[in-house]
T-cell receptor, first 118, second 114 residues
């Protein structure tokens, strides 16, 4: 079964506008972590932001913020004031059983391609 | 450099040959992960190492795939008797201990099987 679902295969957004990328997840664990990565056309995976399941506040990192709705099992990424350099594929990922002493794989969604237009 | 280093960056080989992919993690990162990314798709987990032991090999697609790691250093992913469906980008990542720690990725090895 798909653990991470990203329903938007692609999006266009105008420069300086905000964009929301959807991510829903499926887990029965109480302790888990959610990560967002950016993959430009050059191929490298760039870590953007993290949200822990026990975090009471939504994570923010510069122009990136997470709209975390635990009951709905969603962790949507919001990019404010889009820039041309934000054009990339964006992946949502989850690590189940995430504690301070754990490791463990990330499970990735299929990604959302974002194109920022002038 | 300070990042995860992978080599080669590109590999083209004939079907049936064996290939070895190398990953050099960030110094001090205990955990090392291998993923595969087929064209236009998300990342598919293969295996991860905690030090030089591999607690989770669940993603290795067949017994043609194997990996090893020397201590908390270099890892090699070996694919024997390559098939055309093995064509993909193979990404390595490393991280510190802790479920909240992000994984830092290398630039990948693009493997093409003719």
């Amino acid at each position: 079964a798909q653990k991470i679902t990203q329903t938007q295969p692609g999006m266009f957004v105008q420069e300086k506008e905000a964009v929301t990328l959807d991510c829903t997840y499926d887990t029965s664990d109480q302790s888990y972590g959610l990560f967002w990565y950016k993959q430009p056309s050059s191929g490298e995976m760039i870590f953007l932001i993290y949200q822990g399941s026990y975090d009471e506040q939504n994570a923010t990192e510069g122009r990136y913020s997470l709209n975390f709705q635990k009951a709905r099992k969603s962790a949507n990424l919001v990019i404010s004031a889009s820039q041309l350099g934000d054009s990339a594929m964006y992946f949502c990922a989850m690590r189940e059983g995430a504690t301070t002493d754990s490791w463990g794989k990330l499970q990735f969604g299929a990604g959302t391609q974002v194109v920022v237009t002038p | 450099g300070a990042g995860v280093s992978q080599s080669p960056s590109n590999k083209v080989t004939e079907k049936g040959k064996d290939v070895e992919l190398r990953c050099d993690p960030i110094s001090g990162h205990t955990a090392l992960y291998w993923y595969r990314q087929r064209l236009g798709q998300g990342l598919e987990f293969l295996i991860y190492f905690q030090g030089n032991s591999a607690p989770d090999k669940s993603g290795l697609p067949s017994d043609r795939f194997s990996a090893e790691r020397t201590g908390e250093s270099v890892s090699t992913l070996t694919i024997q008797r390559t098939q055309q469906e093995d064509s993909a980008v193979y990404l390595c990542a490393s991280s510190r201990k802790g479920g909240y720690q992000p994984q830092h990725f290398g630039d990948g090895t693009r493997l093409s099987i003719l």
